[in-house]
Every structure is written in C-alpha cells, then in structure tokens.
Nanobody, 126 residues
C-alpha cells in the first residue's frame, strides 16, 4: 500500500516562506502526475500546483504562479512545494496527491488523483 506523507507546514508571517514535502512510501506504483491542493475552512479543495513525474514539467494555479514552485526528487520519491511571498489568503490545509492512471493531461481536479496524503496546515498571519 502506497502512502503519501506531507511535512513542512506551520505558522509564518505574511511575506515569508515555507517548503512542504511529500514523501511516497510503500509499494511502488507508476505515477503520471503529482499535485498539491489546498482547502480552507468551509471551502472546496483547490488545485495549487502539479508536476509531470516523468519529465518534471510543471503547472500552477494562477493565484500562486510566480510565488510557488513545485519540484520533485525521483530518487527519493518526494515532491516539494516551495512557497514564497506568502499571503494570509494562502492559509489552508495543504494536501499532496498522486495520479496513477494518467487519464488527463495536466490534471487539476481532485477527482483526477487517486492517492492522497493526510494534509499539513499552513497558516499565514497578517
């Protein structure tokens, strides 16, 4: 059974930075894409960033473009989300997810991803 474990969340002031990590452990599965999503209280889970596992191609939500960077370390089966210039509206629980089926190019919907981590809280104070 594959598990995704996120780490790196916390409390930061506006303008600060955090780096989230998501490590995959357990049985190895083919992964087409990895993604980061976030969910604020009372809101839907929104796409933040994605990476095509094979060639490292990245894509982002408009709200984080230029501030967040997704990357991966294939040898460590780990994906990262570097978050800079954080804003209070970035406050949410952040989840990493894996798409093992590859049904869509550059997936952005939660339903496109089959495996999920438990989430890590990111709080940005003003």
């Amino acid at each position: 059974q594959v598990q995704l474990v996120e780490t790196g969340g916390g409390l930061v002031q506006a303008g600060g930075s955090l780096r989230l990590s998501c490590a995959a452990s357990g049985r190895t599965v083919s992964t087409y894409y990895m993604g980061w999503f976030r969910q604020a209280p009372g809101k839907e889970r929104d796409f933040v960033a994605g990476i095509r596992w094979g060639n490292g191609e990245t894509y982002y939500a408009d709200s984080v473009k230029g501030r967040f960077t997704i990357s991966r370390d294939s040898a460590k089966n780990t994906v990262y989300l570097q978050m800079n210039s954080l804003k209070p509206e970035d406050t949410a629980v952040y989840y990493c997810a894996a798409d093992a089926n590859g049904r869509r190019w550059f997936p952005r919907k939660p339903s496109d991803f089959e495996l999920w981590g438990q989430g890590t809280q990111v709080t940005v104070s003003s």
